[in-house]
Structures are given as C-alpha cells and as structure tokens.
C-alpha cells in the first residue's frame, strides 16, 4: 500500500475519532476556525439594525450567490435590497467548497457568466477592502486519448469568438506548465490562463461588505419561515423578527431550495450530492517551485487537482454506480439546523480516482494528508443551475441548483441585477431558465439524473449529445409506443422524439461523435422521402398555449411585432423585448374571434408562458392563459404525396384553391376530428395535424395504411433540421435569441413597425433601424469532408476572427455542408470568401444567395406564374 493510502487511513480513524458529536452514515461538525475572520462578528449585531418591513427585493440565502445578488443590486442602484441568511453567511456549500474558478465552459451562454464572475473576483478586493484570495495561474485540461484531443479542438472553435483566452497545447508546453505530472500518457492540453480558485469564505465576506457599501442590510441569523403572495404581486416574507413585504423574492438557498419553494407550491428538482476532496500536507516538491502550479484536471482520472499552499489539492468526481446523493433530504427535507457540517469520508468511493490521480502526479504517492472534506453541492438533472423568474406565480425568482456556485457566483448575481432592472435577460441564459422543468420531473427521475450528471461529469462532451438516465418520463405521445423501437431517440423536455429511423442495415442506436457518424445515411435516405414521396413526423413536444377572453387581441398586439391573423389563418411572430432582441418565435393561429393558438419549441415551453402571463398579469390584461402541451399530440406530414394520402382520409377540400397556405381548418380524418395547418418546417407540401393524445395513434395508423402506395414513412428532426436549413427557414435559439435583433436576424418580413400597436421593443427596434446594423446574418455553403457545422463555430477572414456559425448541416439535396453565420456587413455581399473551423482546421466557405431549394409554395407560385406567361 502506497504512503498517501495509509495515511488516508489513518487520517480516517484520527479524524473520526476526534470529532464531537459524529453520526456514524449521516454528518458531523468539524471545526472551521481557519474560515472564522473578524467579519463574522458584525454579523452577531445585524439584527441590533432596525428592522425593515418593506423592500423592494429580498433575496434568501447568505451563499456566495445570495450575497452576489445582493451586491449587484444594491451596486446597481436598488434602495431597498435586503438579504435574510437563516444562520451565518457561507453556512451550507459555499463554505467548504474547493473554490475553483474558470473562464472555461463547454457551452456558450455560460461562459460569459464565468467571464463577468473572474472580472468582477480581480476587482473586488480593492473596491471593498476585503481580501479575497484570489489566485490566477491558469488551469491545463489534460488530453489522454484521441477522442480528448477532438474534444478540445471542438472547444477551441467554440470559443475563439468569444474574448477569453485558450489555448491548445501540447505536451512540451503542459510539462513546462506542471513539471510534476507525468507525461505518459498526456497527448495535449487546453490551457486557460487566468483560470485558478478563490477563498470561497473572503469571497462571500466581499460581496456582502460590498452589498452593505451600496446600501444593502443583510439579516442573520434571520430565518424564513412563510412566503405569502399577495394579489398586487407582492409578497410577505415571514421570520421570526417580522415579516417584510417585498416588490420581489430572489431563492438563492442551495440544499435548502426545495423547502423554500415548497412554501409557495413548488417542488424544485434539486438534489444535494456528496463531494469529497482531500488536502496534503507540504509536498517538499511542491514548495520548490518557484510559481504556483496551474490548475488541472485529468479528463480521463474524472479529477481536478490544485495547489494549495505548499501542498496539494484533488477532487473526484465518482462514477454513477458509485457516487452519493443525500436523497433523504429530498424526500424528508434538510435536517434542522445542518449549516456547516459535513458528511463522513469515504475513501472506497473514491480510491480509484486517488490511485489515477497518483499516477498522473507521483509525488501523491508520498504526500501526507491533512483533511479530506465530504460536503453536500446541490445538483439539477442537469447540472445546471435554475435562474431567473420563476413560470405560475409573480415575482419570484430564482437562483438555484449551483454545482458550481462559486465560479457562477459573480456573473449569475450581474445577470439576475440586470434582468430584474432592466426587464430583461441582459443575453441569452435559456438553458439555466427555471421553467425548463415542470411536473413531468419527479424524484425518481431527479435521482437518476444527477447521479448520471455527476458520474458524467468529466466524459466526453460531444455534439449531438443524449443522456438516457430516467428516461423516458411520462410525457409520451400518442404515438411513442409505436415508434419507440423503430428510431433513435432525443430528449426534448420530458418528451421522446425520434432524431432518425433504422433501416435493415442500418448500424443502430446512439454513436457519438464528432464527425458523420451511423445517422448520416439514414437521415439522407429521411431527406429524400420527404423530397420525392411523403414523410410523417411526431412533433408533440411542441408547447401548445390557448389565449382567449375579452383583451386576447389587445394582449397579444402588444407581445408580437408582426400583425396578428385573421380567424383560420396563421402567422410566424415574434416576441421581443424592451431593447428589440428575439425573445420567442411563436406560431399563432386565431381559431375563433379572439381565440388564439401559440405554438413555440419544446425548449421553450415555460420560457415563453412566462414572458406571457407576466405581461398578462401586470399590464391588467382579462385573458385566460391555458398550456394545453400535453394534451395535444401533433404529426406532421409533408412531402410531394402528402395531399393524396389526407385526401384518401377526409372529404375536405385540400387543394391549392380549397386549402391554401397558412389556412388552418378543423377537419376529420378517418372519422377523427382533427385541427389541421397547412405548414410544414420542411418547406415543403404538407400539414401539421393537432389531435387528441388519445387519438394520435389512431389517425398515425390511418396514414400510414393510406399511403402505402405513396411510399409514405417515418422521418425525424435531424432530417427536419437539414431540410429547413436548405430553404433557409431561421431557427428560434439559434439565428435568433436574446442576444439578437430581428432586422440583423433576417426576421424584417414578420416585423410591422407601421402597425399601430405600441408592441414591447418597437421603440428600440425604430432607433436599430435608424442607426444601422453592424452585423447581419449570411448564409454560408462550406467545402468539408467526413465533418459538418452544426453552430457556434468561429468564422475567419484574412487570419482574424469575423464571426460564428448559428446553426449547420449537410445539404443532402445540394451535396455540400451548409450553415448560417453572422458576419460584420461589409462581408456579408454574395460570392464573399471566408474561413470556418471545424475541429482545429479551416474550411472555405463561401457566402451565398438563400435559400438553395426554394419551398414548395414558392415553386408552386412560381411555377404557376410561368403558366401563365405562356
């Protein structure tokens, strides 16, 4: 047995058997005097301050995120910020965590909240007097396998355009950065200078000293004890000093979300998992060095490991199989009074990651250990945190679920500051929206979920990812008994949807991977039904809204800039906010006077009903809002042969004259009333048909029987993807979000700046317009080969970056990959030449005329007025 085994063991015993008050398998209390600054006292007098009984925000929770609320608010110019911590500030997870701090994030979005966290981290200690422990020598993320060296290719294209700093590396520049690892099996590296950790306990003191600089009183001990709303949108904040009627109530109580959003109805899907993290003694080696060892985690040993002082520290994160959640907390609640406390080691749990990580950086071997801290985080399903308002109740918000709090921390606290003053997201954070979640998430899928995110935690992130843990939830449409075993699935907000369909031949199931991969074939063979025969395809996940009542056109004429249709028509619309950004794409059809249906993405389902009912409810607006998502099931069908297999099925008039475009009718098929669109995202001929889930299978079986001369089949949303991107159809989240305006965006056709409806963003939208656009989206055909874009890729032009990718494919009509990007104008011109990398090279591309296959109506019009020339 090597050193660092024994000693752990031995720690183990030393360590239990010095503790007071240990519960054997549950927790126990450690000291924490090297955390204890003076700070800590003035807490002891907060409540000697005068009470306040009214605020106009009151956050709850005194974590590092909490206190960042606060400190940006109170910054920002808010008057009356208040902050209620049930014990003392950090107690919870903030207090032990390990402290690490990244500009790094495998996403997008997020790596702008880790930006703003760092930049605020560098400035904080000289505006508020507080040290922070702040150190900065960059972080190495160590590539061990082929598949590793793609995945930080990947990230490097994902993140050129954006203004962090990172580098791919190889192994020379690795050693020289860590010269204790042991370079084996090191391939490459991808280096983030700036990265580093932060003392989260100095942090937290900062943000709360700079919360109470700028005006803000935080309470404590101050426990919360009732949330009660109040018809005006107000609520009363209930503790055991008073109650406060606050304009608006921020949740930034990490393990203790759940019982706080129980208070008012709601069973957040959060879940505090066991993390465990061991510290050595000096490490003679360690202490030689004459910098401080960046940060660096071993992809493949599922660890991070930095210095700290002159010794070392790692943490693991343990396979599915083995890690732990604390599940009696969710199912039971927190016990009473648990703040800073911990749980008991377990070394089983995590040897495998110790003897990687002593292979990885041998002086482990020798090294004496001095802690090993077993806390509770707070997971999501998945991993991410939930911020912002929170969809079914007014004025409440939220931040939580941080598994990562501490570098989340700065920049979530700007951006909830900004939201809450400004009426918007200040850019576009939709996978961290708390309305991604309903009641379709129960504790049996919480648990699998964040037991396979945490053991997840350091695989390898590719495109086209799909977790398949607790799947599938309860929301099954009509028809995914029938197709479940037929196709390859995708999640898409509790929903099943088909991606693609397998043939005999065909190598199925799910196979990740960074280039074309076993669906490739098969969605050209998708593409093709749909070009020359007839395809079905399930697309119940989209969120289906009914808006009617006396204020319906009136509500509705202030939400959307484009006008709204007429009874039996329908329209693409779009929600925009104060500054004139893409909020939400909406399908609209009246279906009666004042009766209106909304369809919008599955992704965006409470998202959008949010941005909705809020301005329902204070605009005063007498409307009644229902979500009808999972009571209606829709199949789409389109393709040349489409109208001849409904027709078989109803005696509707379908053609051009009978049924035409953007018509809405309700119709039955086979006997089964159904409400028919004529639209398709594919572009070409077909309908979308609203059904009753329990009759989707029923009117799917119908078709599927009436066009088997048509060769009629299944397709799904990969081959859908390829299809609109051909015709140049935008796609909400993508070409247009909160991040963009609609003139930029291409969306001028959907915009009516002449309608007389002050709609939310046409002042703004008027001022774009006047000033001019820097930017415009272009769409770009690339010469590749075994690879395509898919979004988020970095264009260049002349050995500079110009813009990015929205979102890409592989034309299978045209034979080439194509994608939209945004460019600077002045290369935006048709025949421009540009550069987009794709897995570390640069690939030509060039801007082209949209779309490259005109849509079926367009042909048909075309067509129609060549006729009539002749």
């Keep these: 047995m090597s050193r660092i085994l024994q000693l752990v063991s031995a720690h183990l015993r030393k360590d239990l058997a010095a503790c007071h008050g240990a519960i054997p398998g549950s927790v126990r209390t450690i000291s924490c005097t090297a955390r204890t600054h003076a700070e800590e006292s003035d807490a002891a007098s907060v409540l000697g301050k005068r009470w306040k009984d009214t605020a106009e925000t009151v956050i709850i929770g005194g974590g590092c995120v909490g206190a960042s609320v606060a400190y940006h608010l109170a910054k920002s110019g808010m008057k009356d910020v208040v902050l209620l911590e049930k014990s003392e500030l950090t107690a919870g997870s903030t207090w032990h965590a390990a402290g690490l701090t990244t500009y790094y994030h495998p996403g997008i979005n997020l790596k702008k909240v880790h930006y703003d966290s760092l930049k605020l981290y560098e400035r904080l200690e000289a505006e508020t007097g507080q040290a922070v422990g702040l150190h900065q020598p960059g972080s190495v993320r160590i590539a061990s396998s082929p598949a590793r060296v793609d995945e930080m290719k990947y990230q490097m294209t994902r993140t050129h355009w954006h203004v962090t700093e990172q580098y791919l590396i190889g192994p020379e520049k690795v ?3 860590f010269p204790l690892l042991n370079m084996d099996k090191v391939l490459a590296g991808l280096y983030t200078p700036g990265d580093g950790h932060i003392d989260p306990y100095s942090l937290t003191m900062a943000l709360a000293a700079g919360a109470r600089m700028y005006g803000a009183q935080i309470y404590n001990p101050a426990p919360v004890t009732g949330l009660s709303p109040r018809a005006d949108g107000k609520w009363d904040v209930q503790t055991p000093h008073g109650t406060i009627l606050a304009n608006r109530i921020v949740n930034a109580t990490g393990f203790w979300a759940r019982e706080v959003g129980k208070m008012i109805g709601f069973d957040h899907p959060t879940i505090p998992v066991h993390h465990q993290y061991v510290v050595t003694a000096t490490v003679p080696e360690v202490k030689a060095l004459k910098k401080e060892l960046p940060v660096i985690r071993d992809l493949e040993g599922s660890y991070y490991l930095r210095q700290e002082r002159d010794g070392l520290l790692f943490g693991p994160y343990e396979k599915m199989e083995k890690m732990k959640l604390q599940d009696s907390w969710v199912t039971d609640g927190v016990p009473p009074g648990f703040g800073k406390e911990l749980f008991e080691s377990d070394l089983d749990r995590i040897m495998e990651h110790v003897e990687m990580a002593m292979e990885m950086v041998p002086v482990l071997k020798t090294a004496d250990i001095i802690n090993i801290v077993s806390g509770p985080i707070t997971y999501t399903p998945d991993l991410l945190p939930m911020v912002g308002p929170h969809q079914g109740v ?57 037991r396979e995110s945490y053991g997840f935690n350091n695989v390898v992130g590719y495109p086209k990812e799909e977790r398949f843990a607790g799947r599938p939830t309860y929301r099954q449409s009509g028809v995914y008994q029938l197709l479940k075993d037929k196709g390859s699935m995708g999640f898409h907000a509790g929903w099943e949807q088909p991606h693609w369909f397998y043939k005999p031949g065909d190598e199925t199931g799910y196979k990740p991977s960074f280039r074309r991969t076993n669906w490739f074939k098969p969605v ?13 395809i399930d697309l119940t996940p989209f969120a289906k809204f009914i808006v009617k009542g006396k204020d319906s056109n009136r509500l509705l004429d202030r939400l959307v800039a484009n006008t709204l249709p007429k ?22 059809t009246q279906l009666t006077p004042g009766e209106f249906l909304l369809i919008t993405g599955s992704g965006s389902e409470g998202h959008d009903l949010s941005w909705i009912e809020t301005e329902a409810q204070d605009g005063g607006y007498e409307v009644d809002i229902s979500n009808v998502t999972e009571d209606i099931g829709v199949l789409g069908i389109a393709g040349p042969n489409s109208r001849k297999v409904l027709q078989k099925l109803t005696n509707e008039d379908l053609s051009d004259a009978g049924f035409k475009f953007l018509q809405c009718k309700s119709i039955q098929l086979a006997g089964i009333p159904v409400r028919a669109i004529r639209i398709s995202y594919t572009g070409e001929l077909g309908w979308e048909l609203y059904i009753d889930q329990k009759n989707m299978a029923a009117v799917y079986q119908a078709m599927m029987e009436a066009g088997k001369d048509e060769g009629i089949d299944n397709f799904g949303t990969y081959a859908m993807s390829s299809l609109r991107l051909e015709k140049g159809f935008r796609g909400w989240g993508a070409e247009m979000n909160s991040d963009t305006n609609p003139l930029e965006a291409g969306l001028d056709y959907f915009i009516k700046l002449n309608k007389p409806a002050d709609f939310i963003g046409k002042a703004a939208l008027q001022e774009i317009k006047a000033k001019g656009l820097k930017r415009k989206l272009s769409y770009i055909t690339l010469d590749t080969d075994n690879i395509d874009p898919e979004g988020n890729e970095t264009v260049w032009h002349n050995g ?21 990007a945004y460019l600077p104008l002045e290369l935006c011109s048709v025949g421009q030449k540009v550069e987009v990398e794709l897995l570390g090279r640069k690939y030509p591309a060039m801007v082209v005329q949209e779309p490259l296959v005109l849509t079926e109506p367009t042909r048909t019009r075309l067509q129609k007025k060549a006729k009539g020339k002749v």
């Design 394 to 450: 007014r004025n409440y918000w939220t931040a939580i679920g941080f598994g990562y709090g501490v570098i989340h921390a700065g920049g979530i606290g700007k951006f909830l500051s900004d939201w809450i003053r400004n009426g918007e997201p200040p850019y576009d954070l939709i996978e961290c929206d708390p309305n991604r979640y309903s009641k379709w998430v129960d504790v049996p899928f919480l648990c699998a979920k964040a």
């Design 524 to 536: 050209g063979r998708e593409y093709q039904l749909v070009m020359e025969k007839v395809g079905v």
């Design 567 to 588: 009874v039996g028509v329908t329209n693409i619309s779009h929600m925009l906010t104060p500054a004139g950004k893409v909020f939400a794409e909406l399908t609209i």
């Design 175 to 177: 050693k020289e950065l």
């Design 800 to 820: 500079k970056v110009v813009g990015n990718t929205t979102s890409g494919a592989y034309s299978y009509g045209t034979q080439q990959s194509l994608a939209f």
